[in-house]
């Protein structure tokens, strides 16, 4: 048990947390409420059930749940909800999260250890939280030659595009933040930013280290990058569309890992190495280069990378089931809603609730396919999740020399078996029009 | 979503840097990182590149493998004799990876 900060003084404490909650409140009523009332006389309110939704008709919605359903269901089709809440950013979080501590208690087995223990009674269930306060109350230091703006911004440049990685996403059907045509394409080009800004943000530290972590990112992504948008060809050549959701659409019978089990296998690879996960650690090999790029990082901007190398390990280990395990495709699992709620009301106690917006909010947004389909994709996930944090206790770090080889020779080549293996099935009849699908 | 990310996490780096303590500056505090050396020289030095090579690879045959993509994504609407003129692409593209990996193993050219 460490003491706290021999400084530490309650009141000093208490008194910064009343200055900032003074200046707070003092900021919102002099900048805030009138920039709220501005913008409610400049927005068009929207129109919900035949009414047009004023403040004084939200603050009665709040005490009436009947009245309350249509806008909950107005706002869950919003695109701000999406990007916030359900397929983007919080689901990914949330899911990232969840992969940090169970990948600490994981490792934690695999190495006769027990992990996180103490904090929250239940097996260290708060120990992320904890992590969290602990970062975010850390003095950041920057190195005195630092190139400053660069250095600040790189860590919310890498959360940013990580969160762009997964918009791309498509969760349930029609659940996704960013359906577009391109949708592959545009996956490759967000992949083209993580080497650019990790050698920004090694660059700018001004230090040796991370130097070094920075070029040999350079090296390992690059050299990746080829084999990874080769080995998804044959998926492409098979639907024939570059769009997530009608790739996972056309996986409705059977996924592709069963006919593209290279391709599946050498994405897989990639994958690890574009993740810097420990085979391919070389990044941030904490026992050669302290910690890599990630060296001069301190406090709550090594936070916001770790937030987002796990959000780029949800993304990916989620385009993985998309592209080769079907994503959301799967057995009817969920049961149906019961006919007595929809129609007539919740039973609490002496009174019945009748919720009449209820019947269309079920049956048009959160339908039983939507669940359903988001548990598959949510249970696949997991399972790619726990693969590629397996190898972490198990190999040991390459060399660079033979990484480069691997991603050069090795996988490349793997890759144009995988292509005329996808040929091959065209063309003999057994997929596309009039084989099996 | 990029934009939300933005806007997300810098208020994080804000509220960090409003309650974290920030006293006793001195200048050994914000030297580089060495382990506890005091840094020798700058920090941006020369610093030798052995695998420049499969950079310059990379810059090529990205674009090729892009280029396929064109090709596979119409691929169900082509006829059978669409594919060859790709074979032959395939070819060139893989006899030029066969040579450029050749050539960057000969690490004394380099």
Same mark, same amino acid.
């Given at each position: ?16 947390? #009343?200055?900032? /909650?003074?200046?707070? !409140? &003092?900021?919102?009523? $002099? *900048?805030?409420?009138?920039? +709220?009332?501005?913008?409610? %006389?400049?927005?068009? #309110?929207?129109? /919900?059930?035949?009414? !047009? &939704?004023?403040?004084? $008709? *939200?603050?009665?919605?709040? +005490?009436?749940?009947?009245? %309350? ?15 916030? *809440? ?8 949330? %899911? ?342 | ?110």
């Amino acid at each position: 048990m460490s003491v706290i900060a021999p400084n530490f003084k309650l009141s000093g404490f208490i008194k910064s947390l #009343l200055d900032n /909650i003074f200046w707070i !409140l &003092l900021i919102f009523v $002099l *900048a805030g409420l009138p920039a +709220v009332f501005m913008i409610l %006389l400049l927005i068009d #309110l929207p129109i /919900i059930d035949g009414e !047009l &939704l004023t403040p004084f $008709l *939200a603050l009665s919605y709040l +005490v009436n749940p009947t009245r %309350l359903i249509p806008v909950i269901h107005a706002f869950l089709t919003t695109d701000i909800f999406r990007v916030i *809440a359900f397929p983007g950013f919080g689901f990914a979080a949330l %899911l990232a999260a969840s992969v940090i501590f169970v990948e600490r208690k994981m490792m934690a087995k695999l190495q006769l250890r027990v992990g996180p223990f103490y904090c929250g009674k239940v097996e260290g269930i708060l120990q992320l939280m904890g992590d969290g306060l602990k970062l975010i109350s850390k003095e950041i230091i920057i190195p005195a030659k630092a190139d400053k703006p660069i250095f600040w911004a790189a860590p919310v440049l890498f959360v940013a595009t990580a969160a762009a990685f997964v918009a791309l996403i498509p969760v349930a059907p029609g659940w996704v933040v960013a359906d577009i045509d391109l949708g592959l394409l545009a996956f490759f080009a967000v992949i083209g930013f993580f080497p650019i800004i990790t050698i920004l943000s090694a660059w700018s530290a001004n230090s040796k280290y991370p130097f070094i972590g920075g070029i040999r990112a350079l090296f390992q992504m690059v050299s990746f990058e080829i084999p990874l948008i080769l080995s998804l060809l044959g998926v492409v050549m098979l639907t024939g569309t570059l769009n997530l959701s009608e790739i996972t659409e056309s996986q409705s019978n059977f996924p592709w890992i069963v006919f593209l089990p290279i391709g599946a296998i050498v994405f897989f690879i990639t994958m690890l190495a574009e993740l810097e996960r420990i085979p391919f650690d070389l990044p941030e090999a904490e026992s050669e280069i302290v910690a890599g790029w990630l060296t001069e990082l301190s406090g709550m901007l090594y936070g916001l990378v770790q937030l987002g190398s796990y959000l780029k390990l949800y993304a990916f280990a989620a385009l993985f089931v998309v592209l080769f395990l079907g994503g959301w495709n799967g057995p009817m699992i969920v049961p149906a809603f019961p006919e007595q709620i929809i129609t007539e009301g919740i039973e609490m106690g002496p009174i019945t609730l009748t919720l009449d917006g209820l019947e269309s909010l079920l049956s048009n947004t959160i339908t039983q396919e939507m669940l359903n389909g988001t548990l598959w994709f949510v249970l696949k996930t997991a399972g790619v999740i726990f693969f590629i944090i397996l190898p972490r206790g198990v190999f040991p770090r390459v060399r660079v020399d033979i990484l480069l080889d691997l991603g050069w020779s090795k996988l490349i080549g793997l890759c144009f078996i995988n292509i005329f293996i996808a040929l091959g099935l065209l063309y003999s009849g057994v997929l596309g029009p009039g084989g099996l699908q | 979503m990029f934009a939300f990310g933005i806007a997300a996490m810098a208020p994080a780096l804000v509220i960090s840097r409003m309650i974290s303590p920030r006293k006793r500056s001195n200048p050994v505090k914000f030297l580089p990182m060495e382990c506890g050396q005091v840094p020798s020289g700058e920090g941006r030095t020369h610093f030798m590149m052995q695998y420049y090579p499969y950079i310059l690879m990379f810059v090529v045959f990205d674009v090729m493998a892009i280029f396929l993509y064109a090709w596979g994504s119409a691929l169900l609407e082509l006829p059978k004799s669409a594919t060859l003129p790709i074979m032959g692409f395939l070819a060139i593209m893989f006899g030029a990876m066969a040579f450029a990996l050749y050539q960057s193993g000969r690490r004394r050219i380099w």
